[in-house]
């Protein structure tokens, strides 16, 4: 599988992708002072991040902007959740998304699928992680993900819970015809849990999706699915290797992992409040539980600070997958540049100082009470450094401050460190959805009636709550 660097690399010789045609928002600068509603400016402006960057003529969403990209199918997901969104508040009309809607769905369902290497966009009813963004056909050598599918295939059976009326049955039928073509057991591995991707040129990766991580809404999919489904072995495999990952005691335990976009992206989606599984019941808590309690360790690791960090505090914290300012040591710190970072300590632990404002933002739900003063002390602090036209920018890292040193994105600033020049669709996605979900409930109400997601739930084994 590609790095995502060598993607991201490859990616500048396709030029800027234009945008012309794409209705806009109105922009504003950021705000100063902070507006009194920081988190509602917050939201729209990623929103518009999302309905600005899309190709209106086949509505795939750019990995990031303003650097040339590819387009990235998980980031197309959390566009599609992003429209409904915006219809809710004003911000676009019902109409346009629903065209905005179709013409990504068309796109999704005519593309064309099959085993070559190149002329494709999928292949057995999945996408490819990474597709250009004017043709549709997969970029470079990079994998068939089950993953990046499945979270592209959430925003479309939120689509189609939310596109109800009878005018838009369209939306309806391309949503469900795209998700129930996906081959799940064709992507099942012998111990019974989903690789992570497929390559034309080698065959599938080895390496599975397996204990508590963002695949979770992967094989509540894949047991949802209304053919070629998998069955509770595989989700009971996924879980096989939770035992290692409890961190904690007591009140603080909790299931950890230390990207924090695994506490949030299925999530984002699926209301996992007061529903649990076979593993949670025995642990007395559901999964958003969980993740309020992984909020407050990621804060408790910053006041900690063990790797001795520039910024971090009570309400400067944040560590998830994000860009980082280069993959070079100065003075005896290593630094990175995109990356999955987390709590050292933790599962998949990773720090080098950057900090990516979306695990913060994205987890309002979980824990209100420290994310508000945390969005606050981002933007008090460092203000239209990290902050303007689409919101935070992706990450930033005061303790980078060498500005002798060539970077692979942004710019270092005497305020901030290093800050990221871009805009991720996979960071964004979160913010937009999660904080909807804290104020109105809206995606996690339209998912709790999709028969997929509630079979899927009930196939895993969980029980009680809404599902009762």
């Not at 009140?251 to 996992?272: I, K």
């Not at 998912?447 to 196939?459: D, E, F, H, N, Y």
Request: hydrophobic share 40%; aromatic share 14%; proline share 6%.
């Amino acid at each position: 599988m590609l790095d995502r660097r060598q993607l991201l690399l490859g990616a500048a010789a396709l030029g800027a992708c234009s945008k012309d045609s794409a209705e806009k928002l109105v922009r504003t600068p950021a705000p100063a002072p902070r507006p009194a509603d920081l988190i509602g400016d917050v939201q729209r402006r990623s929103f518009a991040f999302f309905w600005d960057r899309a190709n209106p003529a086949n509505g795939l969403m750019p990995d990031r902007w303003p650097s040339p990209s590819f387009s990235s199918i998980a980031a197309t997901g959390f566009a599609l959740t992003a429209y409904p969104v915006g219809v809710e508040h004003g911000w676009i009309t019902r109409q346009q998304a629903a065209e905005r809607m179709l013409a990504t769905l068309r796109f999704f369902w005519n593309a064309p699928q099959g085993p070559g290497a190149t002329g494709v966009s999928g292949y057995k009813g999945f996408f490819y992680h990474f597709l250009d963004m004017q043709s549709g056909s997969r970029f470079s050598r990079c994998e068939l993900s089950s993953i990046d599918t499945s979270l592209l295939l959430a925003g479309m059976l939120f689509a189609a819970e939310y596109f109800d009326r009878p005018d838009e049955a369209e939306i309806r039928d391309l949503a469900h015809n795209i998700y129930a073509r996906c081959d799940w057991r064709w992507f099942q591995q012998a111990d019974k849990r989903v690789s992570m991707g497929w390559h034309p040129e080698s065959g599938f990766i080895e390496r599975p999706w397996f204990g508590y991580t963002e695949g979770q809404i992967l094989y509540i999919l894949a047991l949802g699915a209304p053919d070629l489904a998998l069955g509770r072995d595989a989700y009971d495999a996924w879980c096989s290797t939770y035992p290692d990952s409890w961190r904690g005691s007591g009140a603080n335990r909790w299931l950890a992992f230390g990207p924090h976009m695994a506490h949030q992206y299925t999530q984002c989606w699926v209301d996992l409040r007061g529903v649990r599984d076979a593993p949670m019941r025995t642990a007395g808590f559901d999964y958003f539980e969980n993740s309020r309690r992984a909020t407050y360790a990621q804060r408790a690791y910053a006041i900690a600070n063990p790797g001795g960090w520039t910024g971090y505090a009570k309400d400067i914290w944040g560590l998830c997958p994000c860009d980082g300012p280069a993959d070079i040591a100065i003075g005896g710190r290593q630094f990175y540049g995109y990356a999955a970072r987390g709590p050292v300590g933790q599962p998949d632990g990773l720090d080098d100082g950057t900090i990516a404002p979306t695990a913060a933002v994205g987890s309002l739900p979980f824990a209100p009470e420290i994310v508000e003063p945390a969005t606050r002390a981002l933007h008090t602090r460092y203000g239209g450094a990290i902050y303007g036209q689409y919101g935070f920018v992706d990450s930033f890292n005061p303790s980078f401050t060498a500005r002798d040193v060539a970077v692979q994105h942004g710019r270092v600033t005497a305020t901030a460190g290093w800050v990221d020049g871009d805009y991720l669709g996979l960071d964004q996605g979160p913010i937009v959805a999660m904080i909807e979900n804290h104020r109105s409930g809206l995606v996690w109400d339209y998912m709790r009636k999709s028969p997929a997601i509630r079979a899927g739930l009930q196939r895993a084994g969980f029980t009680g709550g809404w599902l009762g």
